[in-house]
């Protein structure tokens, strides 16, 4: 069956960076795209980014270009998110899921990492 | 500000018919590009009830239907039932610089 499982919980300081992991299986990856989204406690979801199989493409929503860069290791089927120049309001929980396209829906997601910003 | 708005609250009884409204504009809904549900428990990942407006993924019940037209989609959710209670959320694309890919704000179902 097809799993996500992401690494675990952080704790940064503001202006510091974080980088999340998320290891597929069930499936073949290279095959198929991953989307990141985050939600911050209490609130929506956000839709961070996406990148397509084989990592021949990566889409990032406006108001994180620049801070944010997607990932994958096809080589341990696992993908990988990075958002540095960390501020309070990056505290979320953060989650991947298999996309096979941005628009897709997402079927399969991650359990979710919790990244928290505090100084 | 989400781009798709979805009303904060709605309730219902057990064994009734609710629903649940998405309304975008032209760049999203209107243009034609898919509306996908979730529904969220707390503490977990959501999980898709609809896709592509009107299917649902195998083992979502039939009670869970999605419809579009024009600028808005709605959920409706018949036979109410306790476990129901949860957040909801719709996604779309959109085609201006909003980000691509966009939810709504969510809407939290109580069942009373």
């Known amino acids: 069956q097809v799993q996500l499982v992401q690494s675990g919980a952080e704790v940064k300081k503001p202006g510091a960076s974080v980088k999340v992991s998320c290891k597929a299986s069930g499936y073949t990856f290279s095959n198929s795209g991953v989307t990141w989204v985050r939600q911050t406690p209490g609130q929506g979801l956000e839709w961070m980014g996406w990148?397509?199989?084989?990592?021949?493409?990566?889409l990032y929503a406006q108001n994180l270009q620049g801070r944010v860069t997607m990932t994958t290791d096809t080589s341990t089927s696992t993908a990988y998110m990075e958002l540095r120049s960390l501020r309070s309001d990056d505290t979320a929980v953060y989650y991947c899921?298999?996309?096979?396209?941005?628009?897709?829906?997402?079927?399969?997601w991650g359990q979710g990492t919790l990244v928290t910003v505090s100084s | 500000q989400s781009v798709l708005t979805q009303p904060p609250s709605v309730s219902g009884a057990p064994g009734q018919r609710v629903t649940i409204s998405c309304t975008g504009s032209s760049a999203n809904i209107g243009a034609n590009y898919d509306v996908h549900w979730y529904q969220q428990l707390p503490g977990t990942a959501p999980k898709l009830l609809i896709y592509g407006s009107t299917n649902r993924p195998s083992g979502v019940p039939d009670r869970f239907s999605g419809s579009k037209s024009d600028t808005s989609a709605s959920l409706a959710i018949t036979g109410l039932q306790a476990e129901d209670e949860a957040d909801y959320y719709c996604?779309?694309?959109?085609?201006?610089?909003?980000?691509?890919?966009?939810f709504g704000g969510g809407t939290k179902l109580t069942v009373l």
């Open positions: 990148i397509s199989a084989y990592s021949v493409h990566t």
């Open positions: 899921a298999r996309a096979t396209s941005p628009s897709s829906g997402y079927v399969y």
């Open positions: 996604q779309s694309y959109d085609s201006t610089l909003s980000g691509y890919v966009v």
